[in-house]
């Protein structure tokens, strides 16, 4: 039986997301299987029941529960099952490793990458981002690898800032991004040869 896109787009998803870790230059605190405290603050989702959300939250999480946390907060909010299939997959992680408006930026940058009328930078997945990307549909892997070049050069620039003046310092992450999103290039290059064959224009 095929994988759904969106299982695809766990898959790899979930490879990178580990277990429990609480870096102390990690804005987002202690992280379980990809899913961060603050993020479950700024969602207002209590794991575990007991009216807090704190590191027990994040120590309650199991790869299961993570999973469909992120698709109904990442895949289902953006909308993802809308979008070409790699180019859903790419927003998908992008979403889950730097912020869903991020991960929209990405993609919109990506499209500005082939001329036309300019998008707005945004971060919003609206009508005219839908509609540029929907008329790309023929360059759906070509958009793809696009988006993370755009990602792989926001994280460039986070470690070339780094410290921030509020002691952020992202220059101990960025080897393990560029990482993944090397690997990301070559999981699709895999998929184009298997599930997801859709040979471009």
Same mark, same amino acid.
Not at 63 to 69: M, N, S, T
Not at 145 to 152: L, V, Y
């Given at each position: 039986m095929q994988k759904s896109v969106f299982t695809l787009a766990h898959d790899f998803t979930a490879k990178w997301e580990g277990g429990y870790?609480?870096?102390?230059?990690?804005?987002?605190g202690a992280t379980n299987y990809g899913v961060s405290l603050r993020w479950l603050k700024d969602e207002g989702i209590d794991t575990n029941g007991d009216g807090r959300i704190d590191v027990a939250d994040i120590r309650a999480l199991t790869?299961?529960? !993570? %999973?469909?946390?992120f698709k109904k907060h990442f895949w289902d909010t953006l909308k993802l099952d809308t979008l070409p299939s790699f180019v =859903?997959?790419?927003?998908?992680? !992008? %979403?889950?490793n730097t912020g869903r408006g991020q991960a929209i930026r990405?993609?919109?940058?990506?499209?500005?990458?082939?001329? =036309?009328?300019?998008?707005?930078?945004?971060?919003?997945?609206g009508p005219k981002t839908l509609a540029r990307v929907i008329g790309l549909v023929s360059m759906n892997f070509s958009l793809a690898?696009?988006?993370?070049?755009?990602?792989?050069a926001f994280h460039k620039q986070l470690a070339a800032n780094s410290p921030y003046p509020d002691g952020r310092d992202y220059r101990a992450f960025v080897a393990g991004w560029l990482n993944r999103t090397r690997d990301l290039k070559a999981y699709l290059a895999r998929l184009a040869d298997t599930e997801l064959a859709f040979p471009e224009a």
């Open positions: 870790v609480n870096h102390p230059n990690d804005p987002g790869p299961e529960l !993570a %999973a469909r946390l =859903g997959i790419v927003a998908y992680d !992008a %979403a889950v990405f993609l919109q940058r990506a499209c500005n990458s082939f001329g =036309g009328d300019r998008l707005p930078d945004d971060g919003v997945l690898m696009r988006c993370i070049e755009q990602r792989e």
